[in-house]
């Protein structure tokens, strides 16, 4: 029987790659990747030549019995998303189930993923976190804010650029003007930046200066 193996790629800066993610990619028999174009210059730029297949949100409940059964077969598959660690906000955790349940060996290398470069950048409480990824965009958005009013943990939370604004504001709404955050954005690229302050401290300056690429908010729980 074959083998499955998670492998983390970089949010920014390419040289984030691990030696071990690139050994493990170039002995794969087959890439499973969200977006083959994106991962394509990922893979071209370490002369990885490996056959890759498209795995993503829209397709993995069809895609999945197949990999399995290729995996039996004797193949290993190597899973990656656009970027950072497959299963934290990206495609995953099906095919993972399905090895599991199906007694395939399942590795999950160590490696990128944005939030905890955030979340200890952010100089808020680190040793207990919650990780909410992104909100939902309409319905049970409120009522999974109104469950997080009482949290006393850090809370990390995914955003858009473009949907940053509405969600610091409703954050002022439900957790107070005065709550302290960080905005951290384009994680490990040549613009990363992290903004820290109140609520109210960074919606003014958000309303001020445009957000852009990747985002991740840490907001500090109840008691800090």
């Known amino acids: 029987m074959g083998k499955l193996y998670v492998v983390p790629t970089p949010v920014g800066n390419l040289e984030d790659m691990t030696f071990r993610a690139i050994k493990v990619l170039k002995e794969a028999d087959l890439i499973l990747a969200e977006d083959t174009r994106t991962s394509g210059i990922l893979l071209k730029h370490f002369e990885i030549k490996n056959a890759m297949q498209s795995h993503h949100k829209f397709n993995e409940h069809k895609t999945v019995e197949s990999v399995v059964n290729r995996v039996k077969a004797g193949e290993t598959v ?13 495609p995953g955790f099906l095919v993972v189930r399905e090895c599991v349940r199906n007694g395939i060996e399942v590795q999950c290398l160590p490696g990128a993923t944005a939030f905890v470069p955030a979340l200890v950048a952010s100089g808020l409480p680190n040793e207990k976190f919650c990780f909410e990824g992104f909100l939902p965009q309409k319905k ?11 949290e006393r943990r850090t809370m990390v939370f995914y955003e858009s650029p473009h949907r940053l604004l509405k969600t610091l504001t409703q954050f002022v709404e439900y957790f107070g003007a005065e709550r302290q955050a960080t905005v951290s954005r384009e994680i490990s690229k040549i613009h990363e930046e992290t903004v820290r302050g109140s609520l109210a401290e960074l919606v003014e300056h958000f309303t001020a200066t445009e957000p852009r690429g990747e985002i991740v908010i840490v907001l500090a729980g109840i008691d800090i």
């Open 78 to 90: 190597a899973l990656i998303s656009d970027a950072g660690t497959p299963g934290i906000s990206d």
């Open 140 to 150: 049970g958005r409120q009522t999974r804010l109104k469950a997080l009013v009482e």
